[in-house]
């Protein structure tokens, strides 16, 4: 099935993906691609594409800030820790897809769904990407926010089905270990990501930004580095146990 629209997000990362298994392109840096480049001819002529393991969806981005305190947008924090997660996986030997690479917003790509709501596009538009690419599984990035600035810790949202089930507890119990405490992962009914993707997909909400611990955590570098890293030693693991015979 062709695509409705080319989508500048997904080809920046179809891109990404052919230059880490491609000898160096014909095609300059910077130089405009044709229109004809879509992604079902990707998916034909580099089998790679069509064996993506892992999408990152990077939350909000542009004129969606995402949640914040002060000058700190949640949308920075997510791309931060989606850049750094990308290269813990690629260092497993992953085929591994964001969906923004910097600060734009998703929506402003989806002129296929006709919707008033600059929210319900970014959101169709995400999940458009993902089923397209059709990973192994798919991590959306987010920061939390709570009226009790004591709420703190990462909190993983998943599908119904078992796959995202089995994905948010070794997300969820890495993340504890690196917040010492001990959240449950919790069943996102309402999240239209996670009815709308096909693949296995979870949320991942990496901390409060109204808990002054959590946000000193999501703001350092030590601290990306530290939740990059769980979420890598999460997605392999459940990666290599869905891999196992049952």
Do not use: C
Request: no cysteine; hydrophobic share 45%; charged share 20%.
């Amino acid at each position: 099935m062709m695509m409705k629209q080319p989508v500048r997000a997904l080809l920046y990362a179809v891109i990404l993906a052919i230059a880490s298994v491609w000898p160096a392109s014909p095609t300059a840096a910077g130089s405009v691609l044709p229109d004809s480049f879509l992604l079902p001819e990707i998916k034909t002529d580099h089998p790679a594409i069509s064996g993506v393991d892992i999408v990152i969806d990077v939350g909000h981005g542009g004129i969606d800030g995402g949640t914040s305190h002060g000058s700190i947008l949640e949308k920075n924090i997510n791309l931060a820790i989606a850049q750094k997660t990308y290269e813990a996986l690629r260092r497993n030997g992953y085929l591994v897809l964001m969906n923004r690479m910097n600060d734009y917003a998703l929506s402003g790509e989806n002129l296929w769904l006709r919707s008033r709501s600059r929210h319900i596009k970014d959101l169709a538009q995400r999940s458009h990407l993902a089923n397209e690419v059709n990973p192994k599984l798919l991590i959306s990035l987010h920061v939390n926010s709570a009226r009790n600035a004591n709420t703190r810790g990462a909190l993983l949202l998943h599908q119904k089905n078992e796959q995202s089930k089995s994905l948010a507890a070794a997300l969820q119990s890495r993340l504890n270990e690196l917040y010492g405490i001990s959240n449950d992962a919790v069943y996102g009914r309402t999240y239209y990501l996670l009815k709308h993707t096909n693949a296995p997909a979870v949320i991942v909400e990496m901390g409060f930004l109204t808990n002054a611990s959590d946000r000193a955590f999501l703001t350092s570098a030590a601290g990306q580095q530290a939740i990059a890293d769980k979420i890598a030693e999460g997605v392999v693991a459940y990666l290599k146990s869905a891999e196992q015979p049952n």
